[in-house]
């Protein structure tokens, strides 16, 4: 699936020059390399995103003030959710509140469900044939709690009702998961 909202970048295309000094001072505040890289990768996703939408010319202008966007020192009446699974960074603007998630494709113990899943949404999931189901499940309820937790104070709290499983996803009530490569994406609709 491609969404024109969502952008993904792999550690690689991480490009230090989109930024400005101030940004990189935060960055470099952080004690784990590991959570430096997802900063400014996320936050670089997030900036090209922007050029690639026309809202800016260039992305050392662009600046992420969760959960909005300003350009040019002014706040756009847009939307910013970003997310990481090293080695990847995601990004996704939109004009109404949104939520995005990825998961590197890994195994995971489907026993750990229960921890965000009620036990219908549980049932619900064990029924899917899709392979990594878990991971779209977790993607899903990550991508909608972004969205809406303000509202919510757990993920287990916010329901979601399973519309289809297709090829490659899950589509949801508020929101929908793929697989791209060797992640899984999940983005409210």
């Known amino acids: 699936m491609n969404d024109p909202r969502v952008i993904i970048l792999e ?6 020059g989109v930024f400005a000094e101030e940004e990189l001072s935060v960055a470099d505040g952080f004690k784990l390399q590991k959570r430096r890289d997802e900063w400014l990768l996320s936050r670089c996703a997030a ?5 690639r939408l026309g809202l800016a010319f260039d992305p050392r202008n662009v600046r992420i003030a969760r959960p909005r966007i300003v350009v040019d020192g002014v706040e756009l ?3 910013v959710s970003l997310s990481h699974s090293a080695p990847f960074a ?4 939109d004009e109404k509140p949104v939520g995005l998630d990825i998961q590197v ?3 995971v113990d489907e026993r750990s469900a229960g921890l965000f899943l009620t036990a219908e949404e549980r049932e619900v999931m064990e029924r899917c044939t899709l392979a990594d189901r878990v991971l779209h499940f977790w993607a899903a309820k990550e991508a909608a709690w972004k969205q809406r937790s303000d509202e919510f104070p757990t993920l287990k709290a916010l329901r979601l009702e399973l519309s289809q499983e297709v090829e490659d996803g899950l589509q949801f009530d508020r929101v929908d998961t793929w697989r791209q490569g060797d992640l899984i994406v999940a983005v409210t609709k």
Request: charged share 20%.
């Open 90 to 93: 995601a990004a996704a603007i």
């Open 105 to 107: 494709v890994r195994p």
């Open 11 to 16: 550690r690689s295309a991480l490009d230090h």
């Open 77 to 79: 009446p847009l939307f």
């Open 47 to 51: 900036k090209i995103l922007a050029v």
